[in-house]
């Protein structure tokens, strides 16, 4: 049974340049949420979603960030126009329907380790 | 503004003792608590968890105590293990069907053998 899948695990990018950053969940899961994390800070969220649907993307910053997780494929999070400032590790997590009387855990990803020069 | 707060950036603990980690949060919307623990270049691994209809929850050798009124939440390892030595997030979800989680920064715990 797969966990969550990211891929690149690292990317580096130039300043200017677009990041894709992939992430294919659990098996059986149908919400996946991104999380950054910059040096020495906890995990920040983003956005969450589900196929084709973005439920929440209040702590996605309002340029040059967007997501999608379309029906087929993976969750892709898009980064336009890279800064310094984006250089973080970006985690993903999926979970099954949320069910407010079962466990409820997101399980994440190993991360993309984005690296702005 | 910091709503889940882990206030011991670091924490050592000898093999074989209870390792005590603690979390603060000033949201009382937060009824649903986690606790991750993350390894170098891994992504976080879920631990542990408590809804706040409890006070307690217990698995193996990780227990969660919630203190609602001050809210305070600690997760309590016993025994220590080398392996345990890993950086610690508490995380928590508010019960407005809110899925995203608010993590603290994390500790660091270290387990010198």
């Known amino acids: 049974n797969a966990g969550v899948m990211q891929n690149p695990r690292h990317l580096v990018r130039r300043r200017g340049q677009e990041a894709r950053l992939r992430c294919s969940p659990m098996k059986g899961h149908s919400h996946v949420y991104w999380y950054r994390q910059l040096p020495e800070e906890g995990l920040k969220f983003m956005v969450y979603?589900?196929?084709?649907?973005?439920?929440?993307e209040s702590g996605m910053p309002k340029e040059r960030f967007s997501a999608e997780f379309p029906k087929e494929g993976p969750s892709i999070l898009r980064i336009q126009q890279v800064v310094r400032g984006d250089s973080a590790a970006y985690f993903c997590?999926?979970?099954?329907?949320?069910?407010?009387?079962?466990?409820?855990?997101?399980?994440f990803g190993p991360g993309t380790r984005l690296t702005v020069t | 503004d910091q709503q889940v707060k882990q206030n011991s950036p670091s924490l050592s603990v000898q093999e074989g003792r209870i390792s005590i980690l603690n979390c603060d949060y000033t949201?009382?919307?937060?009824?649903?608590f986690l606790w991750y623990k993350k390894y170098p270049a891994e992504g976080p691994t879920f631990l542990i968890s408590?809804?706040?209809?409890?006070d307690k929850n217990e698995d193996g050798r990780f227990t969660v105590f919630l203190n609602k009124s001050a809210k305070h939440l600690s997760l309590h390892i016993v025994p220590s293990q080398p392996g345990d030595s890993a950086v610690y997030f508490c995380?928590?979800?508010?019960?407005?069907?809110?899925?995203?989680?608010?993590f603290g920064t994390g500790t660091r715990l270290t387990i010198i053998p």
């Open positions: 979603l589900q196929k084709e649907n973005i439920i929440d």
């Open positions: 949201n009382s919307m937060f009824d649903y």
């Open positions: 408590i809804s706040s209809i409890k």
């Open positions: 995380a928590a979800n508010d019960s407005f069907g809110n899925e995203k989680l608010t």
């Open positions: 997590a999926s979970s099954p329907l949320p069910g407010r009387t079962s466990s409820y855990e997101q399980y």
